[in-house]
């Protein structure tokens, strides 16, 4: 009995000993030998491309940017880049690395087109102090799918996809490809096109609206009332042939996936996918209403006023003369909108630099609807005083929405004679005068 109990124990320690060999042998080397292979691979394909790589790549801030790379051996990439039109002829040189930082890794080693979004001087690209466009130098391999490397930026995480080139997409590059390709489709989509959309989803209308200098698409889903039900923002980038989504900001439209935009003549496309093509249709107002979208609880709370929206016409629109007022005395605003709080109460709301130090400057109004229409009752202002200390900059706001007496409002689409802006403009009208607005862009 003894004897048989030995020897069952002796048979299970052997049974479990051929177990963890085979995991071991799942392994076909160390975990350094295949952390060097894996980096010789990526070497080799970045190198081994004859014409280079078409590549895109989301940033935290200021959307997607699209890129020309050519690896040699020796570490270096020649660049060009949709970023400017400068960068879109000039090609430059920089150095690289294949490096094992934890995991195998793709950095960009010298300054380069890519190190202008990480830029943290405000001054060099417009980016955020310290920040940049929060984008990324240094890209951690996730693997090969067909002909494109896919990465992902190591601080921020945002998908870099590398697509191999073919001789004539390399020469459409080395000729400036990209400046051209930006100029001709804002051609075809400004001149032939106002408000556009894809009709007859399975959930209503997709408005499309084109950010030129925030490099984004946004995609509005509204229904059969006039409401927006949801949006998705989509981060874009340029190559020679067409205005690209970044990877894994596709967006679903009756059971497909949009993946790009492009031209044929005066005609924009939408690219699906799967391959399939459907065309923009187009129409003189915003699909939606803005009384039933901008609201303390609608999709739009806030009217944004940033950087100055040319084309549209108005007697005084205190936006810019605020920032005027502001700027002349020596300060810099760095926000400043309109937003519904709740169902009474709205904040018109400053945020500006005296110097190196930040401040806030705001007014509370108590509020009431009717529709388009709208009253306001100033009610309190920032528990700091700015708005009393400030009242020459900010008296344009007291002008038109009142500094304690009722003033009667409307909300209101504005127009800009600019073709080349082609979002939605919403605005505050005084009722006596609706040539005294403010107006921006609507934000949630």
Known sequence: ????????????????????????????????????????????????????????????????????FQFDADQNVSMLSDYSTTSGADLKKSTYRVSPTNTPSLLFDTYNYISIMQDPVPGVAGGTAGQGYRSDIEFIYVGKRGDSLLFKGKKYSYPLTLIKLSQNEQQLYLNAGINSYKTNFAAAYNNNYMFSYLSGG?????????????????????????????????????????LNLVRSYYVPYNGKLIKALTYQGNKIQLIFT?????????????????????DYNKTFKKLVSGDPIPGVTANVHISDKVKELFTTSGRTINTMYFAFNNSTTATFYIAYTSGTSPYVASATYQYRREGNKLWLKRTGIDGGNNWTTRSIQVAPVDALFGS????????????????????PIGAIKSATNLNNMLYGRLGE
Do not use: H
């Open 404 to 423: 304690g007496d009722e003033r009667e409002l409307v909300l209101d689409w504005a127009a800009s004679s600019d073709i080349s802006v082609k979002f």
């Open 274 to 294: 799967d391959g399939t093509t459907t065309e923009l249709a187009s129409q003189n107002s915003p699909l939606y209403k803005l009384d039933l979208v901008f």
């Open 1 to 68: 009995m003894r004897k048989n109990f030995i020897y069952a124990v002796m048979l299970l320690l052997g049974l479990t000993a051929c177990r963890k060999t085979e995991v071991e042998d799942i392994f076909y080397a160390s975990p350094e030998q295949r952390m060097t292979d894996t980096l010789n691979f990526i070497r080799g394909e970045l190198k081994n491309a004859p014409y280079g790589w078409k590549a895109g790549f989301a940033t935290g801030l200021k959307g997607g940017y699209g890129f020309y």
């Open 202 to 242: 399975q959930n209503g209308n997709l408005a499309v609206d084109i950010d030129y200098a925030g490099k984004a698409v946004k995609f509005s889903y509204v229904n059969a009332s006039g409401s927006v039900t949801s949006i998705v923002t989509s981060p874009f980038y340029y190559t020679t042939s067409a």
